[in-house]
């Protein structure tokens, strides 16, 4: 059975970090391409960060270049969300998707994170 799990949402003030974790379960982890996405109140979900399964540096949306960064550990299965100097436009529910180029995609259930003061 495939499972992602995320934790590490929470509240937190602006200026603040947080980071999310997706633990992954049921599939071949190291395999896949991990992405973090998320979907604020009335808008689209949209791609956060992405990390490949191989070569190649990880990519970033030009909103959060250079204050959230991607990473994975292929031996714990998991996959990460440093998020830095969060502002409210961060306050979103976080996904995270693992994919490949077949087009198998996977979703979590999501964690809230909300940036207020």
């Known amino acids: 059975q495939v499972q992602l799990v995320e934790s590490g949402g929470g509240l937190v003030q602006p200026g603040g970090s947080l980071r999310l974790s997706c633990a992954a379960s049921?599939?071949?982890?190291?395999?896949?391409?991990m992405s973090w996405y998320r979907q604020a109140p009335g808008k689209e979900r949209e791609m956060v960060a992405t990390i490949s399964n191989g070569i190649g540096g990880p990519n970033y949306a030009a909103s959060v270049k250079g204050r959230f960064t991607i990473s994975r550990d292929n031996t714990k299965k998991a996959v990460y969300l440093q998020m830095n100097s969060l502002q409210p436009e961060d306050t979103a529910v976080y996904y995270c998707q693992a994919s490949l180029r077949t087009g198998v995609t996977y979703w979590g259930q999501g964690t809230q994170v909300t940036v207020s003061s």
């Open positions: 049921g599939f071949f982890f190291p395999m896949y391409e």
